[in-house]
């Protein structure tokens, strides 16, 4: 059994009392064990504000950015042992464990990137600046300075290579030190990071920490210069938002959160064409990748009722096609879900997906390759239908974290707008076409809705990323259910982690002062 130790305060340490067990989802046998119990989590915050704000503090954007590079580059150097930490206890594919980890190195040095090119500097400066009165020598710039506080970061349990790196590297580019809480169910691979980044020596002091198991409380020792990014369900996102000390002091919050996310086929599709087959590729490829374990999965497809029946004949054959099993083996396409409450939630999700009006349209016998269903947590790719999208609001209003769409009609472009807004907010909406009036329409109103729209036309069928791929140069998050909350997007995400200020004074003065 691996025993997972937190690395506060610049040390290993190992928490004592009752231990959370880590499972291999693939047999529910257990691979690792942790606790926080008797860890001094408050001097860790202590720790990191005093040791690691100062020494990130003291770096320029480009030195900042040259850390990033060295832990991009520690962890593509184990990254067959971080695929294997990733099968063994998130129950993941070989493609799913790089999606993960590849998207952590390659976050990592984007953002490195970032740092060459903001340069030899430690503060951004926004615009020109503006004339305040008539006078052209009384005047204002914006500048942004790192917050002196530290970061906390949670995190979800589906990407905890990915959830930990995408966070660490805006903070980090920030200037601002981080705790890291990757979810404690699949914490195994975060551990392995951690480890390496550690062994590889790059992280300035204090600069990033990781809990293994429960905050305890932590997080009510947030102050005014911290700030909290979380990921994962609405109901913890709620909780945590709402913590007396978050709300007292005005930590800055962000958060990442459910999301019913939806993928719309335009008229002008023919089926068969390239736009209807990259639909087809991309939809049932969200729906098993990570087994639908992804926020940014389709969970609602529309379809014009002329296609709806070409479309469901093509899902079918597709997921049909996906072999699910022991996730080590190669021929193996969709491994289980990370968790037995996982399976429950699932299993249950699906009722109430058929109790509110769909019906299933896939087949439901289990053919496992290399596991059995005893002990391992599988569910198959599950394709629904709802003719009546209106009536069947569970649809519209519970997110099944597993491989599961519901597929269903709509009419007008105005209609299928409303009826990605029931779902009231998500993470990306995807429209399939290549007509520009109808497109319009669809994709401005899915916008007010959605935090990404992805278009898949004709002249980019080939080339396109898949609407659940999250790409470090374009925001991440979205509004309402979603959580309200946005990470990446390039310079965009240092936003979050720094103070933007307003200075006000003699032209030539304020140039002197900025440089
Ligand atoms: P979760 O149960 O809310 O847990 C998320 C994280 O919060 C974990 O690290 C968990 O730690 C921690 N946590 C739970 N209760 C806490 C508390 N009282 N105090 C401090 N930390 C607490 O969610 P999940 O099951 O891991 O993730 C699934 C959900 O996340 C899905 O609904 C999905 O939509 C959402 N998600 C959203 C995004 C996005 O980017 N928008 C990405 C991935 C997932 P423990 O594991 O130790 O309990």
Redesign the pocket.
Known sequence: MIELRSFLQGQWKTGAGRKATLVNPTNGEPVAETSTEGLDLVAALRHARDVGGPALGAMTFAERGEVLKRMSKALHEVRDQLIEASILNGGTTRSDAKFDIDGATGTLAYYAGLGKRLGDVRYLVEGEGEQLTRSPRWWARHVRVPLRGVAVH??????PAWGLAEKAAVALLAGMPVVS?????TALLAYRVMERLVEADVLPPGALSLVC???GDM?EHLGREDVLA???????GT??RGLRNVVGRSVRVNV????LNAAVLCEDVEPGDEVFQMFVRDTAREITQKAGQK?TATRRIFVPPALIDSVQQALVEELAQVKVGDPSLDEVRMGPLATRQQLEDVQAGIRRLLDAGSRRVTEDEPRLHGASRDGGFFVMPTLLRADSPRDAVAVHEH?V?GPVATLMPYGTAEEAVDLVALGEGG?VSSVYGSDADRLRTMVLGLAAHSGRVLIGSKKVADQATAPGMVLPSCV??GPGR??GGEELGGERGLAFYTQRTALQGDRPLLDKILG
Do not use: I, R, Y
Request: proline letters at 3%; one cysteine or more.
């Open positions: 949670v995190n979800a349990f589906n990407f809480k990757p979810a404690t169910s198991g429960s905050t997080l979380f990921t994962g369900s609405g109901s913890t909780l945590l990442e959160a459910d999301s926020c997110e974290f993470l991440h998050g979603a959580g």
